[in-house]
């Protein structure tokens, strides 16, 4: 299976471990390798939501083969994603991201090359390097690697263990439930978007290197536990990126539990994740101060999901998760209170739940509902007003709901030139009737949160 060769792309992954995360995709050397088609995976085709097989596959550490020819040797694919975005409210002149005008805007948001695959039967994993004409930056991208995984008979029932070198929390994640892998799987990046995020969403996302050790009994038991620790200003100022919350105080915790069960074409889930970590707030780029001390974060979240399979004709998908967030923002505090003469107090919380529901016929056409809410005290230590991106309350409260239709012309088992040419179309509109606190005027300045809605039209290409 020429190990020697895939040997190399795994030293050079480990080497490069810090980056910054898109949603990552179905990746077609992976089809090349398995000898299946992308659709045994992936539903819709094109991902990057998975299948019962497509889990059992990443949780095996991408090791499976059975491909043939040299395209299952050669660990290599590559995406582009280009898009238009229309926001029903322009930004006002002089606002608008760098390059681009208020509104109506065509984009290449990323062009990403993937080494991912088979190293061994027990070693495998994917690395994804990104370009974004947006930013006009390329960044090390998402990130899995899995040095070690094997199965054992544990009194006649299968126990497979392994372990990951990765880049983010839930990016291991085999459920589409969790946030790396969660719908939207494509957004724009021209468009405002709410500012409250829980930790688990984007706190520690292209910043960190994570390890875990994880355990799957009967293939229905899913444990892993790790941990998580920011890169330093050194090794983040290579790979282009920059801290998010800021630089963590020692190695944050991180535990995930799932429970599934498969019948009659049918699959469903339930869990619960935690993550528990303090940090010295950055104060832009790569800079944190320790000075005023650390904030702390507990995320502790609920999960799960149901998937209709059937003969695969009509495929069904529903999912849901909830976070609560406690937040200790005694570094924040401190520094906003010394800087500001306030007297604002350091204990806060944040709640989020996203629910989503999918209909795919032949892995061809989908359509998609999602519901996005945050909801919490005022916390004005975090927010603020501010044009657009502000909230004039203190208050982190947004509601949206996304539609999305799709057409997946290739990438089924029998599309032309299968597995390596996969198109995705869609169109995506989001309506929002809260944005960072409020219905009307919600960043002080006039702007409503109708104004955010957003239409974005994208064309994904993976081959």
């Known amino acids: 299976m020429m190990i020697k060769q895939r040997v190399g792309w795994l030293s050079l992954a480990i080497a490069a471990i810090a980056f910054h995360s898109d949603p990552a995709h179905a990746v077609p050397g992976f089809a090349s390798q398995t000898g299946q088609p992308c659709a045994a995976c992936h539903i819709g085709a094109f991902g990057p939501q998975l299948t019962t097989f497509g889990r059992a596959f990443k949780i095996g550490g991408y090791t499976q083969d059975g491909g043939d020819g040299l395209a299952a040797q050669i660990p290599l694919s590559a995406m582009v994603l280009g898009s238009f975005t229309n926001t029903a409210k322009s930004y006002p002149a002089g606002s608008q991201p760098q390059h681009y005008d208020t509104n109506n805007n ?26 974004s004409d947006i930013n006009n930056a390329f960044h090390l991208d998402q990130m899995d690697l899995r040095p070690y995984t094997d199965t054992f008979d544990v009194g006649g029932t299968e126990l497979r263990l392994g372990t990951t070198i990765n880049n983010a929390p839930t990016v291991t994640d085999p459920f589409n439930s969790t946030f790396a892998w969660g719908f939207p799987y494509v957004t724009s990046a021209l468009a405002p978007t709410p500012v409250a995020q829980p930790m688990l969403v984007n706190g520690y996302v292209a910043n960190v290197v994570g390890v875990s050790a994880y355990a799957w009994w009967d293939r229905s038991l899913y444990v892993e536990l790790g941990g998580y620790q920011t890169l330093s200003p050194w090794v983040l100022a290579r790979i282009g990126d920059s801290y998010g ?44 101060d ?45 520094s906003s209170n010394a800087a500001n003469g306030t007297s604002y107090g350091s204990n806060y919380s944040l709640n989020t739940l996203r629910t989503e529901a999918s209909y795919w016929w032949q892995n061809t056409y989908g359509a998609t509902l999602g519901w996005q809410r945050s909801w919490g005290p005022a916390n004005p230590v975090l927010y603020s007003a501010a044009p657009i991106t502000g909230s004039a309350n203190a208050k982190p409260d947004s509601n949206a709901f996304i539609l999305e239709a799709d057409w997946v012309p290739f990438g089924k088992d029998d599309s032309w030139q299968q597995p390596f040419a996969n198109l995705k179309l869609g169109l995506q509109y989001t309506i929002y009737t809260q944005f960072n606190g409020a219905s009307r005027n919600y960043d002080g300045f006039g702007r409503n949160a109708s104004g955010n809605n957003t239409l974005y039209a994208f064309a994904w290409l993976a081959f």
């Open 106 to 131: 065509p984009a290449l948001d990323q062009i990403s090359l993937f080494l991912a695959g088979r190293i061994s039967d027990t070693s495998g994993g994917f690395l994804q390097g990104t370009y």
């Open 290 to 334: 320790p000075s005023f001390g650390s904030d702390q974060r507990t995320d502790v979240a609920v999960d799960a999901g149901y998937q209709f399979y059937g003969d695969g004709t009509q495929t069904v998908s529903l999912y849901g998760i909830y976070v609560h967030e406690q937040q200790a923002l005694k570094g924040t505090t401190a």
């Open 245 to 288: 919350l800021g630089r963590s105080q020692g190695v944050a915790p991180y535990a995930r539990v799932a429970y599934e069960w498969n019948w009659n074409g049918q699959s469903a889930h339930v869990g619960g994740l935690f993550m528990q970590a303090g940090d010295y707030p950055a104060t832009g780029g790569r800079m944190a």
